[in-house]
């Protein structure tokens, strides 16, 4: 199966997943527990709707593997797709019903992102892209910002739940914010790198994530000519990711190194 059939089944059930998603809160959010921190929350839909995600790609590819944010899953050896899934991410804007979440899934062959879609909950926005085909929302193709001053551009960020990896982040902004034209802070890292593959973000960077929140979006904002790595040549990972045009690459890379923020806690 190539990579845009396996987009084609990840586009399904992240609809049929949105959809659960989008019910659940409008019924009442419930059961809400927490997982590393006091603030790292997690609601009984988020579960609810991995466990769809998760039967619904078992019914259409027996035998693949799935790596969740809520129920874990195991590495993929000898050539298999292992499905990537954030059930909701922004779960914090979920629990307090601001309209910035989305259902993100992604497909990974021999380690490698295939194909991924981000589908915002509440609007329908769907953002897609396949290695090799490019980024796409609504039949319309990507390309990101067109913008190439760092100081006229508009950055997207996100904060760790430790408090002290939010000292230290918020340092960094303290630095960054007088350079540039603004920040913004929306709370959904698969919506952010979606927004900087169409340009609604100029750039994008954040300390912390997670696999599931960097597969698909990293691969829409790659698909769509952004560079989507690490700081001073390291790639993409948990210590940073960036992603930005190649005119503003380089120079916010600078500037990110220069402040040590892939460091710390």
Sequence with gaps: ????ELLDIAVQVAVEAADTARRMRNEAITDVGTKS???DVVTAADRAVEQQVITAL??????DTVLGEEFGG???????VRWIVDPIDGTVNYLYGLAYYAVSIAAEVDGEVVAGVVRHATTGETWTAAKGHGAWREGVRLTGSPATELGLSLLG????YAKERRAQQAG????????????????????DLCAAAEGRLDAYYEKGLAEWD???GGLIAREAGLLVTGLSGRPAGPDMVLAAPPALHGPLDALLAGLDADAGP
Excluded: K
């Design 1 to 4: 199966m190539n990579e845009l």
């Design 37 to 39: 921190t006091v603030t």
């Design 157 to 160: 960020t996100g904060f760790g």
């Design 74 to 80: 195991a590495p993929v050896s000898g050539g298999g």
């Design 58 to 63: 078992a019914a259409r590819r027996p035998g």
């Design 214 to 216: 960097l597969a698909a």
């Design 172 to 191: 960094v902004v303290a630095q960054v914010l007088p350079v540039v034209r603004d920040i913004r802070r929306m709370g959904s890292a698969a919506l």
